[in-house]
């Protein structure tokens, strides 16, 4: 079992909907958890970062996060076409970097 | 705005062949990562330096890898021989110096995406 669970999708969604993705871990040593976007061809870029339980938002995303149930989510309200991308979940303990399968998100104009 | 560099940006090789990649990390950033994405997946770590010293390589497969960063600043990743099994999109990140023990932010290259046929 990998440390950490995403589910791959692929997600297609139209315009203006909101778009929930998420991600399970199985390691209680995280405590930093980053959601990452990864445009075709080309590297990922941090999209936000949260340590430890709780919630953040930063315009139309919001992510949350449960250590209770090893559970993180990212939503994107108000999703537009150019959010269309694969977007990796990325946990660490200390130094090292764990990320999901990465899920694929289609926005449909 | 200041990025991480890599080339080549892609790479077609016949197995058995050697190959490599290198990446210049941002100016300052002490710590470097290459990581490896076959496609559908996340990427998975290779190898860490921190400055020109290896910090982790577990999962780098030492028979057919190797990696370099001499002077602590630019780095090279080399597969020789090979494998079809090889093809995949190879990462290099770096993060600032002071933040290795944190969950800061990598700052990722745009990848050296390799076919071995």
């Known amino acids: 079992q990998k440390e950490v669970e995403q589910d791959p999708g692929p997600l297609s969604v139209p315009e203006g909907a909101i778009v929930s993705l998420n991600c399970t871990y199985s390691n209680s040593a995280f405590q930093y958890f980053m959601w990452y976007r990864q445009y075709s061809r080309k590297g990922p870029e941090l999209l936000m970062y949260t340590y430890s339980s709780g919630n953040k938002e930063d315009g139309r995303f919001t992510a949350q996060v449960d250590k209770s149930s090893k559970y993180i989510s990212l939503f994107i309200r108000d999703s537009q076409p150019s959010d269309s991308a694969t977007y990796l979940c990325a946990m660490s303990a200390e130094y090292k970097l764990s990320f999901g399968a990465g899920t694929t998100v289609t926005v449909r104009a | 705005e200041a990025e991480v560099a890599q080339s080549p940006r892609y790479k077609i090789t016949e197995k058995s062949q050697a190959v490599a990649f290198w990446c210049d990390p941002i100016?300052?950033?002490?710590?470097l990562y290459w990581y490896r994405q076959i496609l559908g997946q996340g990427p998975e770590l290779l190898v860490q330096?921190?400055?020109?010293?290896?910090?982790?390589d577990s999962q780098l497969p030492k028979d057919r890898f190797s990696a370099e960063r001499l002077k602590g600043v630019d780095s090279t990743l080399k597969i020789q021989p090979a494998e079809l099994g090889d093809s995949a999109m190879y990462l290099c990140?770096?993060?600032?110096?002071?933040?290795?023990?944190?969950?800061?932010?990598?700052?990722f290259g745009e990848g050296s995406r390799l076919t071995v046929l």
């Open positions: 100016s300052g950033h002490a710590t």
């Open positions: 330096f921190q400055d020109e010293s290896v910090v982790d």
């Open positions: 990140a770096s993060r600032p110096a002071g933040t290795s023990g944190s969950g800061g932010e990598l700052f």
